[in-house]
């Protein structure tokens, strides 16, 4: 079972930068392919980016490609989301989530385990 806690997120200017990290407190980190996904008012939860269990591969939404970096940590259970360029359009809360799955990993129902997200405010 994965325990996920994120943190990081607060208000920044557009054009600024955040990191989002978030850790497992489970002993079974290293098998998961771990991923963001967030959340507008309004809008349903979308996905961010995801990176497989051994960190060699990565996928991102077109809308994030080239401005935010997923990487994560095995010895330490942590992944983090480097977000820069940030756009007003970034706005929302942020969730960590962890899958036992392989592949179609863009809707939200193939993930297993979520953390409780973190707001990420841009402002312009």
């Known amino acids: 079972q994965a325990i996920l806690a994120e943190s990081g997120g607060r208000s920044a200017q557009a054009g600024g930068s955040l990191r989002l990290i978030c850790v497992d407190s489970g002993r079974t980190f290293s098998t998961y392919f771990m991923g963001w996904f967030r959340q507008a008012p309004g809008k349903e939860r979308e996905f961010v980016a995801h990176?497989?269990?051994?960190?060699?591969?990565?996928r991102y939404a077109d809308s994030v490609k080239g401005r935010f970096t997923i990487s994560r940590d095995n010895a330490k259970n942590t992944v983090s989301l480097q977000m820069d360029s940030l756009k007003p359009e970034d706005t929302a809360i942020y969730y960590c989530?962890?899958?036992?799955?392989?592949?179609?990993?863009?809707?939200?129902?193939?993930?297993?385990?979520w953390g409780q997200g973190t707001q990420v405010t841009v402002s312009s």
């Open positions: 990176i497989s269990n051994s960190g060699i591969f990565a």
């Open positions: 989530a962890a899958s036992v799955y392989r592949d179609f990993l863009e809707p939200p129902q193939r993930w297993t385990y």
